[in-house]
C-alpha cells in the first residue's frame, strides 16, 4: 500500500514538472514570435539615407564631397540664379548616375526650400523616406519614393 502511494507522488511530481515546463515553452513563444505591426520593409527607408551618405562621403582626404562642391559652388556666387542652374544641372546627373527614379532633392536653409532636382511626381508619392545632411549654413533634403 504504501508502495503505490509512492509512484502516485512520482507521477503527480512529473505531470506538475511537464505542466510547467509547456507553460514555460507557451510563454516564451508568445514573446518571441515577430509582432506584424513592426515589421516592414526597410529598403525604402534606406534608399535616401544611404544616396545622402554617398553623396556626403569621401573617398580620401584630399576628395571633397559633392554636398561640399555645391554648396562652395553656392558660397562662391552668393547663390545666384546661374549657380543655382550649375548646382541643379550637377544634381540632377550625380543623382541619375545612382539610378534613382522618384527623388527631390532641395536646399532648405538658405534657399528656402528650393527643389535643385527632381524625377517622379512627388503628389502621387507613397512611403516617402527623406535624410537630411548639413554643410556649412546648407541644408541639403532628399526625398525618395
Known amino acids: 500500500m504504501l508502495d503505490e502511494k509512492g509512484y502516485f507522488y512520482i507521477i503527480d511530481a512529473i505531470l506538475a514538472v511537464m505542466l510547467l515546463l509547456m507553460v514555460f515553452l507557451i510563454v516564451n513563444a508568445t ?8 515589421s516592414y520593409d526597410s529598403k525604402d527607408i534606406r534608399m535616401a539615407q544611404d544616396t545622402m551618405e ?5 573617398v580620401n582626404f584630399a576628395d571633397q564631397t559633392f554636398l561640399g562642391e555645391i ?3 553656392l558660397k562662391e556666387n552668393e547663390n545666384s540664379k546661374e549657380s543655382v542652374r550649375v548646382v541643379s544641372r550637377l544634381s ?7 539610378n534613382l ?3 527631390k532633392f532641395s536646399e532648405n536653409n ?3 526650400g528650393k527643389v ?20 556649412g549654413d546648407y541644408s541639403y533634403s532628399l526625398s525618395t519614393w
Open 31 to 38: 514573446i518571441s514570435i515577430p509582432s506584424p505591426d513592426y
Open 54 to 58: 554617398m553623396l556626403s562621403g569621401k
Open 71 to 73: 554648396s562652395e559652388i
Open 92 to 98: 540632377k546627373d550625380k543623382l541619375n548616375s545612382f
Open 101 to 103: 527614379k522618384n527623388y
Open 110 to 112: 538658405v534657399l528656402n
Open 116 to 135: 535643385l532636382a527632381e524625377s517622379g511626381d512627388y503628389s502621387k508619392a507613397k512611403d516617402v523616406s527623406v535624410a537630411t545632411r548639413n554643410y
